[in-house]
């Protein structure tokens, strides 16, 4: 049983005259056996996070709890933590077996013959039995993966912290891993957080994912909640692939007005809007509706640029201008053929559109879900 809490943490490095705020007052409860993915952009915080949790580095300002206890001052080796980082940080010299029971025989008092029997159980579970006497330079990276993983779980910790632990490995290996980890996790119900820049493993793999951006927390949510219902322009910008294609608008009473196009907002969509005078108007590609021909109040003529095959879907870059610079992109099932050059319809439904605050970035108003919560993310 273990839950983690996050209370107004924050990281300065003081540099010189440089003052670097790493982690900015996050705040964040982790549940009991929950696998929490933490994600964002390189720089933004992630790892200086998770090693403030491990004790690896000091917390300027916050307090961290572990089972309601805090942990500010507890010494890394005594949190009960373990960690697995991205470079494996295996001791070359010693052979699997003595790498996955060398934390337990320094730091615990455990009998010879338990340390073993954990060794041999864990070693089963990971699928690496037959390796047990190899030094970490006779295996390869996803069986020295492994390793680091049996490492952690030998120790049977309180949590887990992961620090881009996948990272190094080919993309069969990481996709085969990523659902190992999953099913690990799962099996162990060991509380976890799990640290990546990479969104579509966030989304793969998280029960919620916490979503940072220069040292502060965006949104904590579910994978299909940060999808759908992004709190903010830097949430909808960042989760998805492609990403949510976006437009500046200045409000101009029930009409966004823009470079491109204007729209035309029924009542309740203007309601949202309030008095925010320049509104970002977002629409995800899979909700743009290309059509023969239509004339609505949101539908633009357009013009494809070129289209590029995803197998089921196809990707389609159109221009309202027809100036060859690509405005908005739209995915479409792979079955439909349109052609570089051909003039179409681009159809924006009111139902499907994002609008936020320009200014703060703030949602104002996210798409209507209607069904939407059952259909899988594009990322
Ligand atoms: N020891 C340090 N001294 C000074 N600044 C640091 C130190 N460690 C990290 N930083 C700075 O703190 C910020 C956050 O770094 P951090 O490594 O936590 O980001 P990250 O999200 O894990 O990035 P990445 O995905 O690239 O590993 C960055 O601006 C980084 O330059």
Redesign the pocket.
């Known amino acids: 049983m273990a839950t983690l809490e996050l209370d107004t943490v924050t990281?300065v490095?003081q540099?010189s005259d440089d003052r670097?705020v790493?982690?900015d007052g996050i705040s964040l409860s982790i549940d009991d056996g929950e696998f929490l993915v933490v994600v964002?952009?390189?720089?933004?915080?992630?790892?200086?996070?998770l090693?403030m949790v491990a004790g690896l580095e000091s917390i300027t300002d916050g307090v961290i709890r572990l089972d309601g206890q805090v942990i500010n001052n507890v010494k890394s080796q005594d949190r009960d933590i373990a960690m697995v980082f991205q470079s494996y940080a295996l001791y070359p010299h010693m052979t699997v077996e003595g790498n996955m029971s060398f934390g337990l025989e320094e730091s615990t008092d455990m009998p010879d013959s338990e340390i073993a029997s954990r060794v041999g159980d864990t070693a089963e579970m990971l699928d690496i039995a037959e390796l047990l006497n190899r030094k970490p330079g006779e295996l390869s990276g996803g069986q020295q993966q492994r390793v680091a993983l049996g490492r952690a779980i030998v120790r049977d910790p309180k949590v887990f912290l992961m620090?881009?632990p996948l990272s190094n490995l080919d993309a069969k290996l990481r996709s085969q891993m990523r659902t190992e980890l999953q099913r690990l996790q799962e099996e162990l119900g060991v509380t976890t957080v799990y640290?990546t820049?990479d969104q579509t493993e966030a989304m793969t793999m998280g029960d919620r994912i916490a979503i940072?951006n220069d040292?502060e927390l965006q949104q904590v949510a579910t994978p299909l909640e940060a999808y759908h219902e992004p709190a903010n322009l830097f949430v909808a910008g960042f989760i998805g692939e492609p990403s949510m294609n976006f437009f500046e608008m200045e409000v101009q009473g029930d009409r966004l007005s823009g470079d491109l196009f204007d729209y035309r907002l029924s009542e309740e969509a203007r309601e949202t809007v309030n008095d925010v005078t320049h509104v970002t108007l977002g629409i995800r590609p899979e909700d743009v509706e290309i059509v023969a021909d239509g004339s609505g109040d949101h539908d633009f003529n357009a013009v494809v640029d070129v289209v590029e095959p995803m197998g089921n879907e196809n990707n389609v870059y159109l221009s309202f201008e027809a100036d060859g610079e690509t405005d908005l992109v739209a995915t479409i099932d792979g079955m439909r053929s349109l052609d570089a050059g051909q003039p179409v319809v681009a159809r924006l439904p009111e139902s499907a559109i994002h609008l936020f605050d320009t200014e703060s970035g703030t949602v104002l108003k996210n798409r209507s879900l209607d069904g939407r919560e059952e259909t899988e993310p594009r990322v």
């Open positions: 990281k490095y540099e670097i790493a982690v964002g952009p390189s720089g933004c915080g992630k790892s200086t996070m090693r620090d881009e640290v820049h940072l040292g």
